[in-house]
């Protein structure tokens, strides 16, 4: 890496993914990261937003600060927008107006979920809950203040050792529960946060270089399958039955946001970056496990 390229700030880097973003860039030589949880910077506040990046001096900003409780959206959707749409705009307008690369973390939960093959990153959105909303707003907010050095990357389905997730529940609830029913009628891409987080360096450097465009990536792993299928595969790497799992309904469990049915995201614009996207699922899960069992022992 350059001098210029070295300046990284993550916000939201308490959170999963903030954590090994901020792992994966102290690993690569040269590389300065400074990490900001919530407590440290409140991205809806410009004037610290400001005052960070006078601090900070960033060349490229990774945005993985965000309102994550999808169904608490639902009634009080005027204070997940703010920092999902209106926290975004203020890094954006920062970042443009020093010139900085900005890398922002959004969702599946653009769109409708009612495809049946792989949304790409240009698909018409349609959020059907108000997290969606708030998640759509954000990334306008990032690609019209920025045209130039706005980077939008949807994820979907993350799991990984720093915070709660599905995987690690499953993991815990094999060793309680005799059995496990788990939906089956969703369809998504289970993603490794270590993975997301390579990716994620990858990009930024690959914009510093001037070699990647900005505008929107799909930060998914490859391949699909259900909570169901998740499920299963977790248990058969414990060593389990698999058969335990039992498939349901997403009927079977209401909740108050709207889950999307088909969350499976396209890839193609990391290839025509020169870049390649996230491997497959199973792969990237057998990898992470033994991190992933570990901290579920703590």
Not at 31 to 48: C, E, K, N, S
Not at 155 to 180: C, D, Q
Not at 209 to 228: D, F, L, M, Q, R
Request: glycine share 10%; proline share 6%; with cysteine.
């Amino acid at each position: 890496m350059s001098d210029d390229s070295s300046r990284w700030l993550v916000t939201g880097a308490g959170g999963m993914l903030g954590q090994d973003v901020l792992r994966r860039l102290r690993a690569e030589a040269g590389a300065r990261a400074v990490g900001l949880d919530r407590a440290a910077l409140d991205i809806t506040d410009a004037a610290a937003v400001r005052a960070a990046f006078a601090e900070h001096r960033p060349a490229v900003v990774v945005n993985c600060a965000g309102w994550t409780a999808v169904d608490d959206a639902e009634a009080r959707e005027a204070d997940a927008l703010r920092v999902n749409g209106d926290g975004p705009a203020r890094l954006a307008e920062a970042c443009a107006a020093a010139e900085v690369r900005l890398l922002h973390l959004s969702t599946d939960y653009v769109f409708p979920g009612d495809a049946a093959a792989p949304y790409a990153e240009d698909a018409a959105p349609g959020p059907r809950s108000a997290y969606g909303r708030g998640k759509l707003a954000g990334e306008r907010a990032v690609l019209a203040a920025a045209p130039d050095t706005g980077y939008v990357v949807r994820t979907a389905w993350l799991y990984g050792a720093g915070g709660a997730n599905f995987v690690r529940t499953m993991i815990r609830l094999e060793r309680s529960h005799p059995t496990v029913d788990v939906v089956d009628d969703q369809r998504g891409q289970p993603t490794w946060t270590a993975d997301l987080a390579d990716r994620l360096v990858r990009l930024g450097s690959a914009a510093l270089a001037g070699t990647a465009p900005a505008g929107v990536y799909h930060g998914t792993s490859g391949g699909e399958t259900t909570w169901y299928g998740l499920a299963r595969e977790v248990f058969r790497l414990l060593g389990a039955d698999p058969d335990r799992v039992r498939p349901t309904t997403t009927a079977a469990f209401p909740r108050p946001a709207p889950r999307p049915a088909y969350s499976v995201l396209g890839h193609d614009r990391w290839r025509a970056a020169g870049l390649e996207p996230i491997r497959d699922w199973q792969a990237a899960l057998a990898d992470a496990f033994g991190t992933l069992r570990a901290a579920a022992d703590d």
